[in-house]
């Protein structure tokens, strides 16, 4: 069974930084585009970074020049690099192939930035 299995969420002050990691189980499951999702409060589940295997970069207008996603094909690991953190950024971010697959959605890490 595949497995992306988020981590690296806390509570930070605003200004502060996070990092965030993805795990896959299976080395097919990272080796396309990956990406990161958030969902606040309220909200539909949006995406917020990607990156492909050929490292091609794109991001979110609300996250660029903030957020920094890379991928470590040898660990099966994508991150998340996170800093200035706002109160907006708070929610539960996930990571999922691009486009998404459904029974690769995991439980999330939950990223709480305070005022």
């Known amino acids: 069974q595949v497995q992306l299995v988020e981590s690296g969420g806390g509570l930070v002050q605003a200004g502060g930084s996070l990092r965030l990691s993805c795990a896959a189980s299976?080395?097919?499951?990272?080796?396309?585009?990956m990406g990161w999702y958030r969902q606040a409060p309220g909200k539909q589940r949006e995406s917020v970074a990607s990156i492909t295997r050929f490292l091609t970069t794109n991001y979110a207008d609300s996250v660029k020049g903030r957020f920094t996603i890379s991928r470590d094909n040898a660990k099966n690991t994508v991150y998340l690099q996170m800093n200035s953190l706002k109160p907006e950024d708070t929610g539960v971010y996930y990571c999922n192939r691009v486009p998404s697959v459904t029974a690769y959605w995991g439980q999330g890490t939950q990223v709480t930035v305070s005022s």
């Open positions: 299976s080395t097919n499951v990272i080796i396309n585009t």
